[in-house]
């Protein structure tokens, strides 16, 4: 049975160049404060440190500060990185931002990109895959309630243990992070739906809905379930006028991604499971340049609201049915991002409502 598309967008630590980290964090929240009267359905945030790029190092911090300030207000993360993450510590703080809010908790995890994070933590890259792994499954089991132990490398409970504080029956839902189509199946695996990014084309995007489906069908979990996609967005009047936004924006986000991620140097090498990324991120530097921005742009969510709806609708046809909208991207002052927040929210939106099938 399908399932209604529902809207949310990503906040983050973003804004005009010159502002203090403590005046971006408070536009954040009145970004999110205009979701919550707006009715969106939750606010996300991503997780980095060290630099410009979404300086927010504890997004499960930040979001208890929004779950106080807009109360019914889901909230999202895209994504924690669970291999900086004692298990235990991790599993304990979802479970206090889950008691702490009276909306619907969404994380959304991941294995992180950036070498020069892993480098900061002292976290040897090519250990990710199973620390994202025994920090995953040792969540999903504590959070179920009742006495836990667990045998791993980097959480070891042998005494009966349960985790506080105790759920009482409302869990968060959980998403995995997907970089590649291989990452399709392991999510499948883990027993995560997939978190996709608008940056993949839509043939690649169908692949991996449809292996993580396959895979998950035949080890006879539900398929049925809340599909996200992260997607870049500016909503204008006009489409011009939503264009000459992308284009003033987005080639400093990504000359920013640039240098966080130092993709230039290609620094992940040969490091296991992450082979693919110098390849990936081989042509970054290329989108600094608004010229080289066509092609993203029109992948993404750029123009007015009849436009955004129409390639909405694409993305709804192609099974998503949860949007993780935003332009709070570095430097895009906050009457941009709420420009779109409003577009997006009295205009695109209900264009969408009208083009969904009856039930």
């Not at 235990?88 to 070498?115: C, N, P, W, Y």
């Not at 999903?140 to 042998?158: E, M």
Request: glycine share 8%.
């Amino acid at each position: 049975m399908a399932t209604e598309a529902r809207f949310a967008y990503q906040i983050g630590a973003v804004g005009e160049a010159g502002l203090t980290d403590r005046q971006l964090y408070r536009e954040a929240i009145a970004d999110a404060e205009l979701l919550h009267r707006l009715r969106y359905d939750a606010a996300w945030m991503v997780e980095h440190h060290f630099s410009d790029y979404y300086p927010q190092p504890n997004p499960l911090l930040f979001l208890s500060h929004v779950a106080a300030a807009c109360p019914g207000l889901g909230l999202g993360t895209s994504v924690m990185v669970l291999p900086w993450y004692d298990p235990v510590r991790f599993a304990e703080d979802v479970a206090m931002l889950q008691t702490l809010s009276d909306g619907a908790l969404h994380i959304g995890m991941g294995r992180g990109t950036a070498k020069s994070e892993y480098d900061a933590f002292g976290i040897g890259m090519e250990t990710a895959r199973d620390r994202f792994r025994e920090c995953w499954e040792f969540t999903r089991k504590a959070l179920q309630g009742g006495p836990v132990t667990h045998a791993g490398h980097y959480a070891n409970w042998t005494t009966p243990t349960v985790l506080r504080p105790a759920l009482e029956g409302r869990m968060p839902n959980f998403y995995g992070a997907i970089g590649s189509l291989e990452s399709a199946a392991i999510m499948a695996d883990l027993g995560l739906p997939p978190l996709c990014l608008s940056s993949f084309p839509d043939k690649l995007l169908r692949r991996i809905l449809e292996t993580w489906k396959d895979r998950s069908a035949a080890a006879g979990r539900p398929t049925d379930v809340t599909l996200p996609i992260s997607i870049k967005c500016f909503v204008a009047e006009t489409d011009e006028a939503a264009q000459a936004q992308a284009l003033e924006y987005l080639p400093k986000f990504f000359a920013l991604q640039v240098e966080h991620y130092q993709s230039d140097h290609a620094p992940w090498g040969n490091i296991p499971g992450y082979e693919q990324f110098n390849r990936m991120f081989a042509n970054l530097r290329q989108l600094s340049d608004p010229a080289n921005l066509g092609g993203y742009l029109a992948q993404n969510l750029i123009g007015s609201p009849a436009t955004v709806a129409r390639r909405l609708q694409a993305y709804i046809d192609l099974g998503f049915n949860y949007m993780v909208v935003s332009n709070a991207t570095y430097g895009v002052p906050q009457l941009v991002r709420h420009q779109t927040i409003r577009l997006f929210a009295e205009e695109v939106i209900p264009r969408v409502r009208a083009l969904a099938p009856a039930a």
